[in-house]
């Protein structure tokens, strides 16, 4: 039984409220896609496994209806995601045009995905009626954007014309309907090639939308994209259920853009109508003018609105402020080595709060880099480095004990990233006689506890794309081994 009801207002439509007290970790459902295909826009990709294939007249083709596949694919003797679509293709001998070059975009693949929803409706009309039909697509918003007559002409008047769907009694609306359920609620994943594709779930979906969500999903690209939904945090009953539709990381401005562009929303949670962020100051800025004030926005749901500094309340023009981020963004956007990061890291000081996301993000640049690039592996590291990784890994974690509460992958992700250096840190200073054998074991069972949080949330994940659980289980083993024979000593 779902742990769910689904309830509806006028604000959020349908939504999900717990039946009952949920604990932090807990399995809430599982779901197989309704459909899965190509991303909108995307580059020339195969349409059985999705890794990028030449689309110019030099790749490989469908033998049965020209539209591309991988060497490997295009020898299957059955297929399984293209199946259904290349019987359409052929028996209205609608053939692929081949690409001018390489790297454009693939605009006939625009139709792929609905297609597979259209086709999928016909075999399994009741998921389809229970399901997909009571979808959100915020037609009445689409229907006078640019989005709705480039869609009009190249998916739906390419379904219609050449490949004759009419005939199956499917009609213009009902294409429309697809392009914007797919818009409105389909779901990003990575496949088994490090590729991306959307999919969609329709019960993942009935879940409205917060910066803080309470719960997490993983998608098992090898068990046919199968999801499986959990609580990050304890969920009282009556709660709603919350996932997140954008990326969390991010300021309150490019969040409150990416749900209005991609799903047609204003997001009113808690941390979007804080200025500070939930007192995290992500998108604060200092003050130029005293030197020592946050400066935030006066209406963080307008991005219109001017900045004012909360210790001399000077005020600065939503422009200037967005021309200045824009500018530091770009800056580290060109960020090529670990000096470069701490410098600007140390420059920025004086215009964003520590915790702005532009900081952040260096620091999560700097985390994926101390340990992992040459001259920087961890056995080269010297204390100091450990320490600085460290510090780092424990700032990050402060931020997302805010944003990504509990059990999130993104913890599991830093925590990771924490333990070998605690380890090694540890390690090098009882060597050097700066530690105790019981200081030492203390950190090392430390290290272990941050290394067993992490590995228990990354063991939802699919292990054939998440690889570094095998790095988890392989350094548990390996840790569990140092405090064993250090208290055999
Ligand atoms: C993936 S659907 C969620 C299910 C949808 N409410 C329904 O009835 O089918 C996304 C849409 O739900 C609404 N929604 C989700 N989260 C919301 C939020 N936090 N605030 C306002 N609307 C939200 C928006 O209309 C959004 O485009």
């Known amino acids: 039984m779902l742990p769910f009801t689904i309830e509806k207002n006028s604000q959020f439509g349908r939504f999900a409220v717990a039946t009952h007290n949920i604990e932090a970790g807990s399995f809430l459902f599982d779901e197989i896609p309704f459909a899965i295909g190509p991303n909108i826009r995307t580059y020339c990709c195969c349409l059985e496994c999705y890794c990028p294939v030449d689309g110019t007249a030099s790749g490989t083709r469908c033998e049965n209806c020209s539209w591309p596949l991988c060497n490997e694919c295009s020898k ?35 139709c792929i995905t609905p297609l597979r929803v259209l086709l999928e409706r016909e075999i399994n009309m009741e998921r389809w009626k229970n399901e997909v039909e009571p979808m959100e697509d915020h037609r009445e918003k689409r229907i006078n954007s640019n989005a709705w007559k480039e869609d009009q002409q190249n998916i739906v008047g390419y379904l219609l014309g050449p490949c004759k769907l009419g005939q199956r009694g499917i009609t213009a609306e009902l294409i429309h309907k697809v392009i914007g359920v797919l818009e409105v609620n389909a779901f990003e994943a990575k496949t088994l090639k490090g590729t991306f594709v959307r999919c ?21 690209p090898s068990d046919n994209y199968s999801l499986k939904v959990r609580a990050t945090v304890a969920i009282e009953k009556g709660s709603q259920l919350f996932s997140c539709y954008t ?19 204003q997001c009113h949670c808690e941390r979007c109508l804080d200025p500070t962020e939930l007192g995290t100051h992500f998108s604060s800025m ?25 210790k001399c309340s000077q005020e600065n023009s939503a422009e200037s402020i967005k021309e200045m981020l824009k500018a530091l963004q770009g800056e580290i956007d060109n960020a090529n080595s670990i000096e470069f990061l701490e410098n600007s890291l140390e420059e920025y000081e ?4 520590p915790n702005h996301y532009i900081m952040t993000s260096m620091k999560n640049s700097l985390i994926d880099a101390y340990g992992h690039i040459n001259g920087y592996m961890l056995h080269e590291m010297p204390d100091i480095l450990l320490k600085r990784k460290i510090e780092l890994c424990d700032e990050l974690l402060a931020i997302l004990d805010v944003f990504e509460r509990g059990m999130t992958r993104a913890r599991a992700m830093i925590l990771y990233e924490l333990h070998t250096p605690i380890v090694l840190y540890a390690k090098s200073q009882f060597e050097i006689g700066n530690s105790t054998k019981l200081k030492y074991l203390k950190q090392l069972e430390n290290a272990r506890e941050i290394l067993n949080e992490s590995r228990e949330i990354l063991e939802w994940e699919d292990e054939n794309v998440c690889m570094i659980i095998w790095g988890a ?3 548990q083993e390996n840790l569990e081994k140092l405090i064993a024979s250090l208290k055999c000593e």
């Not at 990326?247 to 929303?265: A, I, N, P, S, V």
């Not at 004086?350 to 709060?353: A, Q």
């Open 247 to 265: 990326y969390t990381q991010k300021g309150t401005l490019d969040r409150q853009q990416h749900l209005m562009e991609g799903k047609y929303f």
């Open 350 to 353: 004086h215009l964003l709060n």
């Open 286 to 310: 200092k003050c130029s003018s005293c030197l020592f004030g946050d400066v935030l926005s006066s209406n963080p749901l307008d991005s219109d609105a001017n900045w004012i500094c909360n």
């Open 200 to 220: 969609l779930y329709p019960r993942l979906a009935i879940l409205s939308h917060s910066c803080t969500p309470n719960t997490t999903h993983a998608i098992h």
């Open 76 to 110: 299957l003797s059955e297929f399984s995601a293209h199946k259904r679509e290349c019987e359409i293709f052929r028996e209205a001998k609608c053939k692929f045009f081949n690409l001018p070059d390489a790297n454009a975009t693939c605009m006939q693949l625009d």
């Open 473 to 475: 289980r392989k350094s």
